[in-house]
């Protein structure tokens, strides 16, 4: 406010404009001291709430949690949400695919040096996101860039959004189709449809192998899994165990017999995936 006010000469009267600043800056504008005072409180107070909603917004805002850095040029974040399957579909039709044979040999070294998923993931067909395309919401509000490993490539498309590098990614529509039934069953019942967070879906073969208690053959490795963290689901301003139970009901429901839960009692994560058989496991 100070510096607003001795930025602006042009608003002090030319009576006022040889005093001392301090004394120019009430006479100006033409408030006594008691109402300037009142003036400043008001701001302070103004300043302090819309820090606390920005930080709320901030927390409670789904999609891309992770470090953003800010882009040397105009970037595309769409503000759409997606809630349909075939929402989803076309997402994903619009990115193209590229055979695991024929992915480039430095990412092939990078995401799997020692080889040892070559055979399990040769008949995958990865998925091409190239600089702001992580930004496109995919389910939800949820963003592609949430589903994506957070590794070198993620971290240098973030760095350098403007040069648009490729980044390679797998990931199952069954398991979008899962979380999207999550978000449309929250909704309907009431519930904070976006009272969680994605942590990560896909991880590469080294990514997975640097995740402590990881499954050597974990469904991320195939883009089938997801680790979400909940949050306020109820709308009751805290985050318990019984928000979790929510989800876990619901998932239990929409995961059935098609795929895995990871149920972490105690913590607030939840994995689910869509690896085709039903499993179900409490501890890492
Ligand atoms: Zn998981």
């Known amino acids: 406010m100070q510096s607003h006010l001795l930025s602006s000469p042009s608003q002090l009267s030319k009576k006022c404009y040889s005093k001392p600043l301090h004394c120019n800056k009430i006479f100006a504008i033409g ?43 105009p970037v595309n974040i769409p503000e759409t949400e997606i809630l349909t399957r075939k929402g989803i579909d076309s997402v994903l039709g619009l990115l193209p695919t590229v055979d695991f044979k024929a992915l480039d040999s ?20 990865y998925y091409m996101v190239k600089g702001d395309q992580v930004f496109w919401p995919l389910v939800g509000k949820y963003r592609i860039g949430d589903f994506m490993t957070p590794d070198r490539y993620y971290t240098q498309n973030m760095r350098e959004l403007c040069a648009g590098h490729t980044q390679y990614w797998l990931v199952d529509k069954k398991m979008l189709y899962m979380m999207l039934d ?12 976006y009272g969680f967070r994605v942590n990560i879906g ?14 050597k053959f ?26 979790k139970e929510i989800v876990l009901t619901l998932l239990e429901k929409i995961v059935g017999s098609k795929g895995g839960i990871g149920k972490y009692p105690g913590s607030m994560g939840i994995h689910f995936d869509s690896r085709g058989t039903k499993a179900r496991w409490d501890q890492h």
């Open 31 to 73: 408030y006594t001291p008691v109402q300037l005072h009142f003036l400043m409180l008001k701001h302070f107070f103004a300043t302090v709430c819309a820090g606390f909603l920005l930080t709320l917004t901030a927390c409670y805002s789904p999609g891309l949690q992770r470090p953003f850095f800010v882009p040397a040029c």
């Open 106 to 125: 430095t990412y092939l070294c990078y995401s799997d040096p020692e080889n040892k998923f070559c055979r399990k993931l040769a008949s995958q067909q």
């Open 202 to 215: 896909h991880r590469h073969p080294a990514w997975n192998d640097g995740t402590p208690n990881s499954a």
């Open 218 to 243: 974990s469904q991320h490795i195939y883009g089938r899994a997801v680790d979400i963290s909940v949050r306020d689901i109820d709308n009751d301003f805290v985050v318990t165990q019984q928000d």
């Open 182 to 193: 999550l978000i449309l069953a929250l909704d309907e019942k009431g519930y904070n449809k």
